[in-house]
Nanobody, 122 residues
Framework: QVQLVESGGGLVQAGGSLTLSCAAS????????MGWFRQAPGKERAFVAS????????YYADSVKGRFTISRDNAKNTVYLQMNSLKPEDTAVYYC???????????????WGRGTLVTVSS
């Protein structure tokens, strides 16, 4: 059974930084693309960033481009989301996701984590 467990969320002031981690188990992380999504209060879940199997391809939502960085350590079965210059509008529950293929554009989402809350105060 695949498990994705997010950590690293919390309360931070605008302009600050946080790093989210997603620990994966149950299926070899290195075989699949991974992604981060977020859901703000009253809004639908939205794409944030994704990374291909070996990290050669990364993709970002326009709203986070230049501020967030997705990375992965396949040896540790962990994916990261480094978030800098945080804004109040980044406040959301952040979800880790595992795609069904090696490249995110080639498949859909197979598994979701339970999420971690990020709150950015102004």
């Amino acid at each position: 059974q695949v498990q994705l467990v997010e950590s690293g969320g919390g309360l931070v002031q605008a302009g600050g930084s946080l790093t989210l981690s997603c620990a994966a188990s149950g299926r070899t992380l290195s075989m699949y693309a991974m992604g981060w999504f977020r859901q703000a209060p009253g809004k639908e879940r939205a794409f944030v960033a994704s990374i291909s199997r070996f990290g050669g391809g990364t993709y970002y939502a326009d709203s986070v481009k230049g501020r967030f960085t997705i990375s992965r350590d396949n040896a540790k079965n962990t994916v990261y989301l480094q978030m800098n210059s945080l804004k109040p509008e980044d406040t959301a529950v952040y979800y880790c996701a595992q795609y069904s293929s090696a490249r995110p554009e080639s498949g859909g989402i197979d598994y979701w984590g339970r999420g971690t809350l990020v709150t950015v105060s102004s």
